[in-house]
């Protein structure tokens, strides 16, 4: 069995397991495969297992990417934008990806509603919150949170679908739980105030059980499958 496969099967394992534990309901936990500076090829691997979710953080090299998996014959795959959104290249996300898990400002949601083309399933938007306070600089401030999502949740083009977080690394389960705590906190107040929510982006391969404690529906696992990154290959 390859390697890619294996983890797939291992990681699918964690994730009913910490389910279960957590009392949740089955299957309400999604396995987004991020698959940032590995080939096609690797995806294409985890494709053959059953993996139809991708994230990318690097728009030229997620297009790329899309391109030659579609090329090997890959269909019905949904790709998810993950990483930082720079102004001026919102339309090849808008045109490629139909998720994007980290907008953090009302001017690149409307720019993406703008871009979306006509024809396409609105784009499925998180927004990233630093729930890390000073420790990060990505992500809307939790304060601000409310504000921007009911801009964005208005917005015709744009499916506004939950929240996202990156936390602080931390070791201990409990440390890494009372983050995203945090974030389930900011979540469920929107949802209190009315937005019709359903997702919360949270979990990597080093912290994804306890994400799963906390009410993570969509953990975003990249090593754990496809092995160490190794960042200047390219
Ligand atoms: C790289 C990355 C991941 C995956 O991280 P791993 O530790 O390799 O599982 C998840 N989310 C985002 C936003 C990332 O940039």
């Not at 059953?50 to 090299?61: D, S, V, W």
């Not at 420790?135 to 401030?141: E, L, P, Y």
């Not at 201990?172 to 937005?195: I, K, N, P, S, W």
């Amino acid at each position: 069995m390859s390697l890619i496969r294996q983890n797939l099967q291992d990681i699918a394992a964690t994730i009913v397991a910490a389910i279960q534990e957590s009392g949740r309901p089955p299957a309400s936990v999604q396995l987004l495969a991020v698959s940032k500076t590995f080939g096609p090829e690797a995806v294409l691997e985890a494709v053959a297992a059953g993996q139809r979710a991708f994230g990318e953080n690097y728009l030229q090299e997620g297009l790329d990417k899309i391109r030659v998996v579609q090329e090997g014959g890959a269909a019905d795959l949904e790709w998810h934008f993950i990483g930082p959104i720079q102004s001026n290249k919102t339309r090849p996300i808008a045109e490629h990806f139909a998720w994007v898990h980290t907008v953090e400002r009302e001017k690149i949601a409307q720019r993406l509603s703008e871009q979306r083309p006509a024809g396409l399933a609105p784009l499925q938007i998180c927004l990233q919150v630093n729930i890390s306070g000073e420790a990060s600089k990505s992500g809307v401030a939790p304060e601000e949170v409310a504000g921007l999502a009911h801009k964005v949740a208005s917005l015709p083009n744009l499916t506004l679908r939950g929240l996202m977080a990156i936390p602080e690394p931390a070791v201990e389960f409990e440390q890494q739980r009372a983050a995203f705590a945090r974030l389930r906190a900011v979540y469920e107040q929107l949802r209190a105030d009315g937005l019709a929510l359903d997702t919360l982006s949270m979990g990597m391969s080093a912290d994804m059980r306890a994400a799963i404690f906390e009410g993570a529906t969509i953990v975003r696992v990249g090593s754990a499958i496809f092995g160490a990154r190794h960042y200047n290959k390219a």
